[in-house]
C-alpha cells in the first residue's frame, strides 16, 4: 500500500533461470515487495508449452501466499491442441483471472491464426491477456491494432509496451486506436521520460505497473513510476486502480 | 544504525534524504540519441528533482565518437559550483592520453573513463592497454570500465596485472549475472556501478557479500532515468551508513576526498 494505494504489480513469473541470476524465491519476492508497498503481484510460468506445467507451477506458488500472488494462464499455440482445454481448467479450476503469452517462444507472430483461438476465448469471457511485446517480428505490438478490433470484449495489454522507442510508438498507436488496449511498464532500458510519454499519449487509465519479478527486482521498476514527473492521480491508477479494474479484483 | 522502517517510508513522491553523489551521468547528444536536457540548467533540474546533489558527467561525444572532442565539448557543463565533476574520457592512443596527462598536469582528473574500444574489435589485453593503464596506475588515478560489452576473461586478466589500480564496473546487467561474483572475488580495488543491476535481491546479497563499500551508486542520466535506482536503494535494508556510503561516499574515497 502507497499513500492509500492498493499496488498490484501486473507482471511477473514463477520458475529459475539461473543463468540470469532469476529465482522465485518467496522470501526474496516478499521482502523486495513489502519494502516497496507492492500487495499483490501477478506471476506466471512460461517455460513449458503445454501450459499445464506452467500453470500448475505458478499454482503451487501462489498458494504459499494467496493473498500477495495472483495467477496468470499461460498456453502456447505451440500445442494447438491443449491451448483451451488447458485456458479453461486454468481459468475455472485454478481460477486465474488473466492470461500471459509469450510470442518469441513460438514461431508465429500473435497476430496469426495460430492465436486467435486464444483471443475467441479471452474475448467470450471477457478476460485481459498480457503479451510480451519488444521490436522482434514475432512480438510487435502493431499486431494489437488487428486484433484489439476483433476481439472488443477483451483487453489487450502491451507487456514492456514494446521496450524501444519504434515498438513502443506502435503500442501507443494501439492504445490511442483501441480502447481495449494497455500498455505495461516494465523494461530494463528504463529510458527517461517513457513513463511520462505513455501517460501523455495514451492516458494513465491504459498504463499498468508491471516489474517482471523476480527477473528483476521490483524495486526499480516502481522507481520508474514513483519517481516519473507524473501527478499523484496518475500514479495511483498505474499503480492499481488500472489492474484492479481489470482483473477485477 | 538501524535499518529502514520499509512500509512506513514508501510514498506516492520520493527524493533522497542522504547526500547523492552520481557515479555516472552522461551530458550532450549521441548521435542517434539527443539528450532529454539540451544545457547544464536542464541537467542541474533533474538532479534537483531527486535530491541528486553532485554528479559525475562525461560527455556523450566521447563515447561513440571522439574521447578527445568529447572532453573538450564537457568543459562546457562543468562550473565551481561544485555540482558537476569531470570523468574524462580515454581511449588508448597517443593523443588521448596526452590530453589526459595534460589535464592531470593542471590538476584536474580525479578519475578516467576508457572508451569502450569493443567497439573497435582491440582486445582489453596488456599488449594494447599498457601504456595507458600503468601511467594510470602509476598515478593513482582510477578508472571506470563499461561491462555491457567487455569480454569478462580479458577484463579480469588485465586488471588482475595492474592490482593498485582503482576501478569502478559500469553497467552490469542482468545478463552479467555469473560474472560479478567472481569479477568482485578476483578484483579486490574493482567497484561496482549499480545503475543497470537488477536481478533480485541483488544489492543486499553482495553488500552481504562484498561490503557495501564496493558499491557505488550511478543512475547512468541520460541512458537511464536518474530516479529508480536511488529510489531502489532507499528501500533496501541498507542501513543509513551503508545507504550514505553507496550514494556518496564510496565515490568522495575513491576520487580521493576531491574531484577538480
Redesign the interface.
Known amino acids: 500500500m502507497i499513500d492509500g494505494t492498493q499496488v498490484i504489480d501486473y507482471h511477473g513469473h514463477v520458475g529459475r533461470w539461473d543463468p540470469l541470476g532469476m529465482k522465485d524465491d518467496p522470501k526474496l519476492m516478499l521482502h523486495a515487495m513489502d519494502s516497496a508497498g507492492i500487495d499483490i503481484s501477478c506471476v506466471f510460468g512460461i517455460f513449458h508449452p503445454d501450459g499445464t506445467t506452467s500453470n500448475d507451477q505458478a499454482a503451487h506458488f501462489i498458494a504459499q501466499h494467496p493473498n500477495r500472488f495472483i495467477g496468470f494462464a499461460y498456453v502456447s499455440p505451440m500445442m494447438p491442441e491443449r491451448m483451451i482445454p488447458e485456458l479453461t481448467r486454468a481459468i475455472d479450476e485454478l481460477k486465474f483471472p488473466a492470461i500471459k503469452l509469450y510470442p518469441p517462444y513460438t514461431l508465429w507472430p500473435f497476430n496469426q491464426p495460430q492465436w486467435h483461438p486464444i483471443y475467441e476465448f479471452a474475448n467470450d469471457r471477457g478476460l485481459a491477456v498480457l503479451f510480451h511485446t519488444d521490436g522482434g517480428e514475432l512480438s510487435r505490438p502493431r499486431y494489437l491494432s488487428e486484433i484489439a478490433p476483433q476481439y472488443p470484449n477483451a483487453k489487450f495489454v502491451a507487456g514492456h509496451a514494446g521496450n524501444v522507442i519504434e515498438p513502443r510508438t506502435e503500442a501507443i498507436a494501439a492504445a490511442q486506436a483501441h480502447p481495449n488496449v494497455y500498455l505495461e511498464t516494465c523494461s530494463t532500458y528504463r529510458t527517461p521520460g517513457v513513463i511520462e510519454q505513455l501517460v501523455n499519449e495514451a492516458g494513465a487509465d491504459r498504463v499498468l505497473f508491471g516489474s517482471d519479478t523476480p527477473l528483476m527486482d521490483p524495486r526499480p521498476q516502481i522507481g520508474k513510476i514513483i519517481t516519473a514527473d507524473i501527478s499523484d492521480e496518475a500514479k495511483r491508477l498505474i499503480l492499481g486502480g488500472n489492474a484492479r479494474r481489470l482483473l477485477g479484483v | 544504525m538501524t535499518s529502514l522502517n520499509?512500509?512506513s517510508r514508501?510514498?506516492?513522491?520520493?527524493k533522497s534524504r542522504v547526500p547523492v553523489f552520481d557515479a555516472n551521468v552522461r551530458v550532450g547528444d549521441l548521435l542517434d540519441e539527443p539528450a532529454?536536457y539540451r544545457d547544464r540548467e536542464g541537467l542541474l533540474s533533474e538532479m534537483d528533482?531527486?535530491g541528486v546533489q553532485r554528479a559525475l558527467i562525461y560527455h556523450a561525444h566521447g563515447e561513440n565518437v571522439s574521447p578527445i572532442i568529447g572532453n573538450e565539448y564537457l568543459e562546457a557543463w562543468l562550473s565551481d559550483d561544485g555540482r558537476t565533476h569531470p570523468q574524462w574520457l580515454v581511449i588508448p592512443t597517443s593523443d588521448s592520453l596526452a590530453q589526459v596527462q595534460s589535464l592531470h598536469a593542471e590538476g584536474r582528473v580525479n578519475c578516467v573513463r576508457l572508451f569502450d574500444t569493443g567497439q573497435r574489435d582491440l582486445p582489453f589485453r596488456p599488449w594494447a592497454y599498457d601504456t595507458l593503464l600503468s601511467w594510470l596506475s602509476e598515478e593513482r588515478i582510477p578508472v571506470w570500465v563499461l561491462l555491457p560489452e567487455a569480454d569478462a576473461d580479458a577484463l579480469v586478466t588485465t586488471l588482475q596485472a595492474y592490482p593498485s589500480l582503482v576501478t569502478v564496473l559500469v553497467g552490469a546487467?542482468?545478463?552479467h549475472?555469473?560474472w560479478l561474483r567472481p569479477m568482485l572475488a578476483a578484483l579486490p580495488n574493482a567497484h561496482l556501478e549499480l545503475s543497470?543491476y537488477?536481478?533480485?535481491?541483488?544489492?543486499e546479497s553482495l553488500r552481504d557479500e562484498f561490503g557495501a563499500e564496493r558499491l557505488v551508486y550511478g543512475s547512468w542520466?541520460?541512458?537511464?532515468?536518474?530516479?529508480?535506482?536511488?529510489?531502489?536503494l532507499h528501500?533496501?535494508?541498507l542501513t543509513d551508513a551503508e545507504l550514505a556510503s553507496v550514494c556518496a561516499g564510496n565515490l568522495e574515497r575513491i576520487l580521493g576526498g576531491g574531484t577538480q
Open positions: 520499509f512500509k514508501v510514498s506516492l513522491n520520493f532529454p528533482r531527486h546487467h542482468y545478463v549475472a555469473l543497470r537488477e536481478p533480485i535481491g541483488e544489492i542520466y541520460s541512458r537511464l532515468a536518474m530516479g529508480p535506482m536511488l529510489f531502489y528501500h533496501t535494508n
